[in-house]
């Protein structure tokens, strides 16, 4: 089943202040599959945060249209909009976005407060996934608290909330190190192995990327080159950097 389709999706920056227009996203084209795990990549400038904002419905296209579960999400409404982010959209940020005024297991169980669901039914939720991503021992602590690494589990917990269509992940091990970033990276796959989540990722990490099932590279608004892993995860990184290499620009 198809849970993504993108369809010719532009994005025009207008001028400002005498700037020249930019033409982010052009034409590009896009099908993610149920259960599917994707990388995007592509050198600084490519268009890969317009792209995830755009999915996200954070941010409006110029032209083009884009599909979630065969919802045309261009054409809702902002209040529409609103509540599809809340309800079938999972968003892992770089820098977590947790609360610091309330507890992990308060920020994981918040989109289901703003909905007002019934407490016993959050609790259940929780309970659930606090095990599946071994982090029942955090739960009371406030982020403040806890390590990045544990930070991020908790916002992938949270991602997963709302059982959404897609997760999207916008350079996750960004602000990790290395341990840390392998530890999230194992998260994100044992979602997509295990609960058959899709997961669409941007990140510049050949490391964190060697994870995903196919890459997806764009340059310069559009899509370049598409590589998909072998399940040799050693065999698709020497894959990658050898993609990356023949796109060129600064991969950042
Ligand atoms: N808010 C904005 N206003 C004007 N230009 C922007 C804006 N955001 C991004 N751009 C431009 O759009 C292009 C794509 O940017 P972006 O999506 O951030 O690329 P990436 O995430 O791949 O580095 C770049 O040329 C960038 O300078
Ligand atoms: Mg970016």
Not at 6 to 20: E, P, T
């Amino acid at each position: 089943m198809e849970i993504l389709k993108v369809n010719h999706l532009s994005k025009v920056y207008s001028s400002f202040k005498g700037a020249k227009e930019v033409m982010a996203l052009n034409g590009i084209n896009l099908r993610v599959h149920c259960g599917d795990f994707v990388g995007i990549m592509g050198p600084s400038g490519s268009g890969k945060t317009t792209l995830l904002n755009l999915l996200a419905g954070i941010d409006q296209s110029t032209s083009g249209e884009i599909f979630i579960q065969d919802k045309n999400i261009t054409e809702l409404s902002s209040e529409e909009m609103a509540l599809f982010r809340r309800r079938s959209v999972g968003y892992v940020f770089q820098d977590y976005n947790l609360l610091d005024s309330i507890t992990i297991y308060e920020n994981i169980a918040l989109p289901l407060i703003l909905d007002n669901v019934e407490p016993d039914k959050i609790n259940i939720k929780l309970k659930e996934l606090a095990s599946f991503f071994e982090i029942e021992h955090i739960q009371n602590k406030y982020p403040y608290h806890i390590s990045g690494g544990q930070k991020q589990r908790a916002a992938v917990a949270r991602a997963l909330i709302n059982d959404p269509a897609i997760v999207l992940a916008d350079e996750p091990t960004g602000n990790l190190d290395s341990k840390s970033s392998k530890n999230i990276m194992k998260t994100l796959k044992k979602i997509n192995d295990e609960r058959n989540s899709t997961v669409l990722m941007v990140t510049h990490d050949p490391f964190a990327a060697s994870f995903c099932k196919r890459i997806i590279f764009i340059k310069d608004g559009a899509v370049n080159m598409e590589i998909t892993s072998g399940g040799d995860r050693n065999e698709f990184f020497d894959r990658i950097l050898e993609a990356q290499g023949m796109i060129g620009g600064e991969n950042e």
